[in-house]
């Protein structure tokens, strides 16, 4: 068995102290297996987001342990935590968080100037990212320019210009009308496959569940349970061979018609069984490498 990706394990959240006092999640374990496509779904207020925000480490969690390639990001200070970040996530939000007076191109050089790039390799490596999602011709624009579902890809171009391992992506298409949901959710899952980036996401939809390999079920501040998913094109058990050669063709999820939605429900084990992909090992960072300052 192969350290998985991402581990949850007895994580906890509080929120707030005395009185006021929350506890948005109560002992979550999961685990996430590198190159696999998770929907995360639940009522509102189960800790999707609390869970989302600890993965994305932007936030810590209370107390249990979560670890990334098999490393403690508990343990991690604020700067390493940064780091972490810029190197290996991108984000994705509900309000696509472009900065509005801005190009496409700039906006999504963001990361790239973050990370000292110089320009040229900014203009190349944001054009790439911007062409990946389908919008090269539209660099120029600012987001007024754009339909929502432009800017929503302008802003997935943004979290995967430092070709990040792991997209983190929180209701990503909860501001879109269906057939724009749709466009977003074929880009996920042509990213997923052909680049191999983990995508975890949250969605109240099940039509855009349905794209997942994997859906994890919060319920109350815990995962509920954890179920494999078909798509189209591909069985539930993916070998890496096939990850890599990324032989999964149709882009359209399987219809939940005939398996009521559930297809082949899982033990809620917390473990699902995702595509396995070879673990990276080694050190999260080069020894010299900087944590600087956001
Ligand atoms: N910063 C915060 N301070 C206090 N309570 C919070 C905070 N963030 C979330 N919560 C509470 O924690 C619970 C889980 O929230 P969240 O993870 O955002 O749920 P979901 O994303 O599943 O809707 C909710 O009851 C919410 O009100
Ligand atoms: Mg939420």
Known sequence: MTVPLISLRGVTKVYGSGATQFQALKGVDL?????????????????KSTTMNILGCLDMPSAGEFTFRGHHIETLDRDQRALLRRKY??????????????????????????????????RELGMAALDKVGLADWWDHTPAELSGGQQQRVAIARAIVTSPDVLLADEPTGNLDSERSVEIMQLLTTLNRDSGITVLMVTHEPDMAAFARTVVHF??????????????GEAVEESPSRLREGLGVGLSPTTSSDTG?????QPSSGSAVPPAQPEQRGTLFTP??????E
């Open 31 to 47: 685990d996430i297996t590198g190159g696999d496509f998770v929907a995360v779904m639940g009522p509102s207020g189960s800790g």
């Open 89 to 122: 996530l991108g984000f994705v939000f509900q309000g696509f968080n472009l900065l509005s007076r801005t190009s496409a191109l700039e906006n999504v050089e963001l990361p790239l100037l973050y990370r000292g790039e110089d320009k040229r390799s900014r």
């Open 219 to 232: 319920k109350d501040g815990l995962v509920e349970r954890i179920e494999a998913q078909h798509r189209q």
């Open 261 to 265: 939605g559930q297809a082949h429900p």
């Open 288 to 293: 010299n490498s900087q944590a600087g300052g």
